[in-house]
C-alpha cells in the first residue's frame, strides 16, 4: 500500500471557481490516482497552482525558453521540506485558458481534461517523462491507467467520428 500524497492548493484567479466549482475534490481525486498508479512509496506533498495563461507564458518563458503559454507545468523538488518531513515532489501549475480552450477543441469535458492535466504534472514530478518515444508510451499508459481509475476515457485515442 502506497503512502498519503498530500496537497496544497493555490488560486491564482477566481474564474477557476467560476468554470470549475468543485476544483479541489476534483483534483484530489486526480492526484490520488496518479500517486495510486504510479507506484510511489513514501509520505509526500505537492502543490498545485491554477493560475492563467499570462502567468504560465512568463514561466514557460523563464523555464523553457518557450514565449507562449501552456497547459501544465511541473517543477520537481523531491526532497522533505524538514527533517524527517514527508517529500515535496513539486510544483504543478494549470492554465485555465490553455486548458478551456483545449477541452473545447479535443470535445472533452472540462473535468475531464483538468484531470488528464493533473495526472500528467504528477507523473513528471514523480520523474516520468516524454521525451523519447519509449519515456512516452510509459507515461502515457500510467496517464490511461489513472484516467480510467476516474472513469474517464483514454486521452490520447483519437475518436472514430475524427478520423473520418
Keep these: 500500500m502506497t503512502a498519503e500524497l498530500t ?12 468554470r470549475i466549482p468543485e476544483i479541489e475534490p476534483l483534483l484530489r481525486r486526480a492526484l490520488d490516482a496518479a500517486w495510486q498508479v504510479a507506484g510511489f512509496d513514501g509520505p ?25 503559454a501552456t497547459n501544465v507545468l511541473a517543477f520537481p523538488m523531491g ?10 515532489l513539486g510544483d504543478v501549475v494549470l492554465s485555465l485558458e490553455t486548458l478551456l480552450s483545449e477541452a473545447a477543441r479535443d470535445s472533452k469535458s472540462i473535468e475531464a481534461h483538468v484531470s488528464h492535466l493533473a495526472v500528467h504534472g504528477i507523473l513528471h ?21 489513472a484516467l480510467k481509475h476516474l ?11 475524427a478520423a473520418e
Excluded at 526532497?79 to 517529500?87: I, L, R, S, T, Y
Excluded at 514523480?126 to 519509449?134: M, Q, V
Excluded at 472513469?151 to 467520428?161: F, K, L, M, T
Design 7 to 18: 496537497h496544497e492548493l493555490s488560486v491564482e484567479t477566481e474564474d477557476w471557481h467560476r
Design 44 to 68: 509526500a506533498e505537492v502543490s498545485v497552482v491554477l493560475s492563467d495563461d499570462a502567468r504560465m507564458r512568463r514561466l514557460n518563458h523563464a523555464h523553457r525558453g518557450q514565449d507562449s
Design 79 to 88: 526532497e522533505a521540506a524538514f527533517p524527517d518531513g514527508p517529500v515535496h
Design 125 to 145: 514530478l514523480l520523474g516520468h517523462d516524454h521525451g523519447t518515444a519509449r519515456e512516452a508510451a510509459e507515461m502515457e499508459a500510467l496517464e490511461v491507467r
Design 151 to 161: 472513469g474517464y476515457s483514454n486521452p490520447y485515442q483519437i475518436p472514430a467520428d
